[in-house]
């Protein structure tokens, strides 16, 4: 599922103004095996395009499963349809882009 909370927030703490803020929007991403989900907030990158860091996909992983050797997802531990097509990179990120066309 993916939140309309579309946001704002600052590069660094402490930030006076929303000079170089960075938008971020809500997906939930789930795994049907287990049972689980979890929300995460991906930063916009380009039209239609998120991302998450490297951080946020070992904790989406453990969330989601967390077991070891468990084979019941994709990726980042997400099974069954979500919203967004995921594609993992070199560096443990992840991109984002929506299947549905809800996400705007």
Known sequence: MVGSDTQSSAKAPGMGTKEGAMKTTTITLTNDFHGSQIALRARNTVDGMYALSAGQVRRARSELCGMTGCTCGGDISERGWQ?????LQPDGSAILWDRTGCMT
């Open 83 to 87: 919203e967004v097509h995921i594609e």
